[in-house]
């Protein structure tokens, strides 16, 4: 199975971009490519801007890569209870190109927080959302105190009730 995985966030420094290498790390059996989002940068969504210039390839490149995907990863950030600006944009941009965003995969949603709240604000307006893109959310998990939770030097979970859960959500693809 190709499986397509990225942190929705632009930050260098990104947690979830952690978390979703470390996930993409325990799937050996399945073809992961990880994308950054970073590399998908187009202008603050715009009807306006739509209607002047169009929708941007980088929109288009994003719907090919889900396109090409068997199955999809996500590890949302939170900014103040909501997704990232760079995420939001990005997916605002796709959604005028093709509504159907998630285009019928199963997608495991992640996220995390050096909060002992893991992010989980964002994580359900995305679950709660993901069907009116044709989102298969097949599991979801929230890892709270990401800093208590996660070695970065090994780039690994440390909790083992958290990695057993994480485990069991990618079990789903």
Same mark, same amino acid.
């Given at each position: 199975?190709?499986?397509? @995985?990225?942190?929705?966030?632009n =930050? !260098?420094?990104? %947690? ?12 050996p059996?399945?073809?992961?490519? #990880? ?19 169009? %929708?941007?390839? @980088?929109?288009? !490149? ?23 600006? @760079? ?13 159907? #965003?998630?285009? =019928? ?26 069907? /009116?893109?044709?989102?298969? #959310? ?6 709270? =105190?990401?800093?208590?939770? /996660? ?12 990695a ?10």
């Amino acid at each position: 199975m190709k499986i397509l @995985a990225f942190a929705a966030s632009n =930050s !260098r420094k990104s %947690i979830n971009q952690s978390l979703v290498n470390y996930a993409s790390s325990l799937l050996p059996e399945h073809s992961v490519e #990880v994308l950054n989002i970073n590399d998908y940068e187009m202008p603050i969504y715009s009807s306006d801007l739509e209607e002047a210039h169009g %929708i941007p390839s @980088a929109a288009n !490149r994003f719907i090919a890569k889900i396109a090409e995907a068997d199955a999809l990863l996500i590890s949302f950030a939170e900014h103040n209870g909501n997704y990232t600006v @760079a995420y939001k944009n990005l997916f605002d941009w796709a959604s005028r190109e093709r509504m159907d #965003v998630y285009q =019928s995969k199963p997608v495991v949603m992640l996220s995390t927080s050096p909060g002992p709240g893991g992010a989980c604000s964002v994580l359900k307006l995305a679950n709660e959302s993901a069907h /009116f893109f044709k989102g298969n #959310v097949t599991a979801t998990l929230s890892i709270p =105190s990401f800093y208590d939770n /996660f070695d970065l030097e090994k780039g690994e979970l440390t909790n083992g009730e958290l990695a057993g859960k994480l485990r069991q959500a990618l079990a789903t693809l």
